[in-house]
Structures are given as C-alpha cells and as structure tokens.
C-alpha cells in the first residue's frame, strides 16, 4: 500500500521567515495530494492541494510543488505568522481507472510548525 | 452549510465494552471517511462508506466496524475496547469519495 514519509518532524521559524516541509510517497499511481493544518484540540483543515497534472500552485502565503518523478511534494509557507503555529499534515491518494476516487487519504506523521514573534 | 459534526465528543469506556460513533457528512456529500488519530501512529485511515456500502477498508482488526444510512449518516463501532483503542476518531466527508475531505472535530475515546 501507499506510505507517506514526513519531514522535518518539527520546525521552529522566526516571523516573517519561510517554512518548507516535504514529503514523498510510494505509490506512483497517487494523483491527489492534500496538506491539512491542524491546530491544538481542533480538527484537520485543508489548506492546499494538487493533483498530479499540475507542478505547483499557490494561494497567496502558501505554496505546494510536486515532482512526480521523484514522488516528492513540498509545502511552502512564506512570511510566517504567529497564527501558522500548528500540525501540518501531507496526504495521498488516487483515483481508480475507472475514474471513481475511493476515500482513502494516506497521512505523513505531520510537522509541528513553531512560529517565534 | 453546516460542518461535519460527531457525536459524542468524548467518550470514556473500560476494556472489554463496545462504543458506537456517529458522524453527520455536509449535506450532498456521500461519502464518509473514518480515520483514527493517535501520537505514536498518526492519522490512520479505518474505512470508507459510500452510498451505504463499505468501498475502502484499512488495516484495522474486525473489532471495528461501520455503517451508514440512507441519509449518508455514519456510524462506527469498536467492540470488545482495549486499552490501546485510546485516540480521537475522526470523521470526513466528500462529494464521492475522494478529492477533498471536510473533517468533523472527532471523538476522544479514553479506555480505562
């Protein structure tokens, strides 16, 4: 089955700085991937994701790059806030020949982002 | 539209009892995802129900099971609990199963 590496396990930036976090996954045929933030006792939440027809996108202070080839993605964060502190989780998956997307996210073990005033 | 919402949000149970969770999707959303989070293993994918069929299926022990109705509610069970059961479970729903996933705030389960 798929498995997602994560790292680093924790970063720890000054405001302003950038933040990288990086991944790679197994299966080749994974076309979807997410990156979810989650704060201290609240639930996962989108913040990005991309699919294997695009290299990279971005939504304003973030931005996700995805090398197929090396079954590698990346988040980037830049000028980061107070407010950026928190769990960041890559995930994997892939839609079936068919065409029908399964419900089945593959984590990393997630990045604990300190963001220092 | 409302969120994903689970009831309860914290459950507490001894070993050898069962537990169902319950998970309500967003409206027009079909399928209902089932993940458990724990420090030591993450975010671990339990199963998938998709117009009240189980599609998808992690690597969990039969203790655990779903199902979900014909308003895309979902329930799961863990039965027989042990001390290791302990984690937050987590809920998400979609439109059909993949791409993105809205997750519902979870349930703490604590086995004594």
């Known amino acids: ?112 982002l300190t963001v220092h005033p | 539209k409302a969120g994903v919402t689970q009831t309860p949000r914290y459950l507490i149970k001894t070993r050898g009892q069962q537990v169902t969770l319950s998970c309500s999707p967003i409206s027009g959303h079909r399928s209902v995802s089932w993940y ?3 420090p030591g293993q993450g975010l671990q994918f339990l199963f998938e129900y998709f117009s009240e069929t189980q599609r998808n299926k992690g690597n969990f022990p039969g203790r655990f099971s779903g199902r979900q109705f014909s308003n895309s509610r979902s329930e799961m069970n863990v039965s027989t609990l042990e001390l290791g059961d302990s984690a937050l479970y987590l809920c998400a729903s979609s439109r059909q199963g993949g791409d993105t996933q809205y997750f519902g705030p979870g349930t703490r389960l604590t086995v004594l």
């Open chain 2, 36 to 38: 458990q989070q724990t």
């Open chain 1, 1 to 112: 089955g798929e498995n997602v590496e994560q790292h680093p396990s924790t970063l720890s930036v000054q405001e302003g700085d950038s933040a990288v976090i990086k991944c790679t996954y197994s299966d080749s045929a994974s076309n979807y991937f997410p990156w979810y933030k989650q704060e201290l006792g609240k639930r996962p939440q989108l913040i990005i994701d991309i699919r294997s027809n695009v290299g990279e996108k971005k939504d304003q202070r973030i931005a996700v790059t995805l090398n197929k080839t090396a079954k590698h993605f990346s988040l980037h964060i830049t000028e980061t806030q107070p407010e950026d502190s928190a769990v960041y989780f890559c995930a994997a998956s892939r839609r079936n020949a068919g065409g029908t997307s399964y419900g089945k996210l593959t984590f990393g073990q997630g990045t604990i």
